[in-house]
């Protein structure tokens, strides 16, 4: 099965699934990754290609696909379709199995693997309601919508390779934007931040317990009593003897979050003091 648009020889793109094995190994820990469809050689590609047929075939009946026109059946005339399918059976393989002696049906492990089945499900039921995004026209039979490839078309590559990645937006001015709940490069927070922080558990007190000491996104953060800020860490020695400090201790008992809620309530009381 040959890509759409492509010829059988044409260079596979070097950006998608490429990379060294230390680029990799670095986006991901899972061992292996899945194979692109144009890296297949003929073989390959035409036995997996009847893997997946047959898979979507049970999935067509096992679903109920036919009723309402879920899946429309020109799907391999859609290579987006099919590479969304292709990825969802992958997905399942990956958590059912045949073989009746190393699957289990109950107990811990069956209610752990239960949870991500119960995401490739509403994962499923997110798909079938996006058909319509690459066979708008297809549900009751194909119809050929107009359709514009860019494979070959030298100048539109060209222009989308001029193209500014940053669509001529200016980095906003951290001074402006103030506080950053998702862990930016601010040095100084302010009380409420660290306090939503602690509550959606992306910041957690120093496990050794001291007070006015917090670990949020790979930074130490102090607690400053003359304006009841937080200042971020930057020094080296003192980040160092954070973490020799932290090495040992147990930083499952949540009291500390507490207690750091306190200190940050004190500190504030003495600012207004002040």
Request: proline letters at 5%; charged letters at 25%; one cysteine or more.
């Amino acid at each position: 099965m040959g890509e759409r648009g492509r010829p059988d020889d044409a260079p596979a793109p070097t950006g998608a699934g490429g990379g060294s094995g230390k680029q990799e190994s670095a986006i991901l820990s899972i061992q292996g990754r899945l194979t692109e469809w144009h890296a297949m050689d003929p073989a390959m590609r035409e036995r997996e290609w009847k893997r997946l047929v047959e898979w979507v075939v049970w999935l067509f009946d096992t679903y109920e696909f036919g009723r309402e026109y879920r899946l429309p059946k020109c799907w391999p005339d859609h290579p987006g379709l099919v590479q969304e399918l292709w990825v969802l059976k992958c997905w399942r393989e990956a958590l059912y199995t045949t073989d009746t002696k190393a699957g289990v049906t109950n107990g811990q492990r069956a209610g752990a693997l239960a949870q991500h089945a119960r995401a490739w499900h509403n994962e499923l039921r997110a798909f079938v309601a996006q058909i319509k995004y690459y066979a708008p026209k297809c549900l009751t039979g194909h119809t050929r919508s107009e359709l514009t490839e860019v494979w070959g078309d030298e100048d539109v590559i060209a222009r989308w390779l001029d193209a500014d990645p940053l669509g001529g937006v200016a980095a906003p001015n951290a001074a402006a934007v103030g506080d950053d709940e998702r862990g930016g490069p601010e040095a100084v927070l302010g009380e409420p931040t660290m306090r939503a922080r602690l509550a959606g558990g992306t910041a957690e007190p120093h496990p050794a317990g001291l007070l006015g000491t917090i670990a949020s996104f790979g930074h130490w953060w102090i607690c400053d009593l003359d304006n009841g800020t937080w200042q971020r860490v930057d020094d080296a020695r003192l980040v160092e003897q954070l973490d020799l400090l932290a090495e040992g201790y147990d930083d499952e008992d949540d009291t500390g979050d507490q207690e750091n809620l306190s200190y940050m309530q004190n500190s504030g009381r003495e600012s207004d003091a002040e």
